[in-house]
């Protein structure tokens, strides 16, 4: 029972209280950069999920058992974005040759992510919350899942923003920053739960 | 201080060759084999990106022609050179297509042959005009004038004459249908390059709209004279309007004499034939494929083409075994 409400709480916290997008203000580019169509946000949204659960194991890692072991904390942007971006290269490789619908359906944005601030984020979170190696997978899961789901609210809000009157001065990206601006405000009131 | 630099290099060193092993390993593990027929097509096709082919670009069609066997044959702007080079990449036997050439599918549309609503006094652009109430020209499907279609050819195979209607010029026209797509009343046909026959007009308005409403005074009316004696049932009359089905059409050219509206233009010179009796043996195939039905004599006796009744199809020419037939212009 321990673990189950370990994992809830996890969940509830990546996915509303501490969203990558609206409270970290972490990848903010693929946010307002791919989520014209709602297709296409939720491609982004699973590349960077399956990206972000794999960098935390790796970086954890590595962070425990290289960086520790000779005291090169300091390290640690150089070490992770390393990983990161070789992670990306083998996924894409990998995906490429097994689940080439997959592959097609991710298209462009699944190299995209390696320049992805949120991966770095959550990994460094990660590490600076000193959690432990399910945690800090559990956490990238649902960080990304959460990830995934402000970008297809976007997504749709945008859709609709399309074929609403706006104003010539607001249209395209100021209106959707705007947009981007109220959801972190509602967002903000989430931020109450406690458990 | 030499361990802080050290110890680092060496093993970042290391994480990277590491890295780079299982990478450089993966990838040939990984390896999608794409067929290299594919690279060396793509670099034959011109790499306009048209879309003529109904492909998602040349990289597109490339694939297809490589994976799923489609013709070699559907890229107007490469041509005949491109198809035989895409050929000999895939053991194919080319065979040519005939070239599609753009036409505007309407005569009104220049300065003095179009009947307005209201003066448009705004942006330049076809689409643009075509939104605010129907467009200027009292037909709703005539020609707006902004030439959308000139700014979408990348050939400059469009181009506006001295009394502001759109010349195509066959020599430059790759066929590539981008001004059909920029068109927004859907007035640009593809047209086989053999065809010189067209129904100028778009309009489906009924017979006195349509007269009233065209500047040119070459509506089509919607009689359906031409899809009643068309003798290949290449003419199919619906919503007021006849199309011709370039499939069916032996470009004979008996519409363009019938039309009483004058809306289909046949751009072809036409002479009459004349048989020589010296070569003829009065077979008569040139009498059953007359569609005019204008050459007489019997079987074993000389024919003769009745010269008022003639259209210069040029069909009794191409069918004649014996090369009786001479065409005179």
Avoid at chain 2, 16 to 28: D, T
Avoid at chain 2, 33 to 61: H, M, Q, S
Avoid at chain 2, 140 to 151: L, P
């Amino acid at each position: 029972m321990d673990i189950l409400s370990n994992i809830f709480v996890i969940a509830i916290s990546a996915i509303f209280l501490n969203n990558v997008i609206l409270t970290r203000f972490l990848g903010l580019c693929p946010y307002l950069g791919v989520s014209k169509k709602l297709d296409s946000a939720l491609g982004m949204g699973m590349a960077v999920t399956f990206v972000i659960t794999m960098a935390s194991a790796i970086t954890w890692v590595i962070n425990m058992y290289l960086l520790g072991k000779f005291n090169m904390h300091y390290l640690q942007t150089v070490a992770f974005i390393l990983t990161i971006a070789s992670l990306v290269q083998f996924v894409e490789l990998f995906i490429q040759k097994t689940v080439p619908a997959l592959y097609r359906s991710l298209g462009v944005y699944l190299p995209l992510i390696t320049t992805n601030c949120a991966v770095l984020g959550i990994a460094i979170i990660n590490i600076n919350d000193n959690s432990s190696f399910i945690d800090s997978v559990l956490n990238g899961f649902f960080g990304g899942i959460g990830f995934t789901f402000v970008i297809i609210l976007m997504a749709g809000l945008r859709e609709r923003l399309d074929k609403a009157e706006v104003p010539a001065a607001m249209k395209g990206m100021p209106i959707a920053l705007v947009t981007a601006g109220c959801m972190a405000l509602a967002f903000l009131g989430l931020s109450g739960l406690s458990f | 201080m030499l361990e802080i630099i050290v110890f680092p290099t060496i093993l970042f060193g290391s994480l990277a060759l590491i890295f780079g092993i299982i990478l450089g390993y993966a990838s040939k593990v990984f390896q999608v084999k794409t067929d290299p027929k594919i690279e060396k097509i793509n670099e034959v096709l011109p790499g306009v990106n048209c879309g003529a082919c109904g492909y998602p670009g040349c990289a597109g069609y490339a694939e297809a022609i490589v994976q799923n066997d489609v013709e070699i044959n559907l890229c107007p702007p490469g041509g005949k050179a491109v198809m035989n080079q895409i050929a000999e990449i895939m053991g194919k036997v080319a065979s040519e297509k005939e070239k599609n050439i753009a036409s505007i599918l309407c005569s009104s549309g220049g300065y003095v042959n179009t009947n307005f609503k209201y003066d448009y006094h705004g942006i330049e652009n076809c689409k643009a005009v075509n939104l605010l109430s129907g467009g200027p020209n009292q037909c709703n499907y005539g020609c707006v004038f902004q030439n959308d279609c000139i700014k979408a050819c990348i050939y400059g195979a469009i181009s506006v004459d001295k009394t502001g209607m759109r010349i195509i010029d066959i020599e430059k026209c790759i066929g590539c249908t981008a001004c059909a797509k920029s068109c927004p009343r859907k007035l640009i046909k593809m047209i086989p390059i053999s065809k010189t026959i067209n129904v100028k007009c778009s309009s489906k308005d009924k017979a006195f709209e349509a007269r009233k409403n065209c500047g040119n005074k070459t509506p089509c009316i919607g009689c359906g004279i031409c899809a009643k004696n068309c003798p290949y049932k290449a003419i199919v009359l619906s919503n007021n309007l006849a199309t011709i089905d370039y499939d069916l059409c032996t470009n004979c050219g008996l519409c363009a004499k019938q039309c009483p509206t004058k809306a289909i233009i046949d751009n072809k010179k036409r002479g009459k034939a004349l048989i020589d009796f010296k070569k003829c043996i009065g077979c008569t195939i040139c009498a059953k494929k007359c569609p005019a039905n204008c050459i007489s004599g019997e079987l074993k006796r000389m024919h003769i083409v009745d010269q008022e009744k003639c259209i210069g199809c040029e069909i009794c020419y191409e069918k004649c075994p014996k090369q009786a037939v001479v065409m005179n212009y």
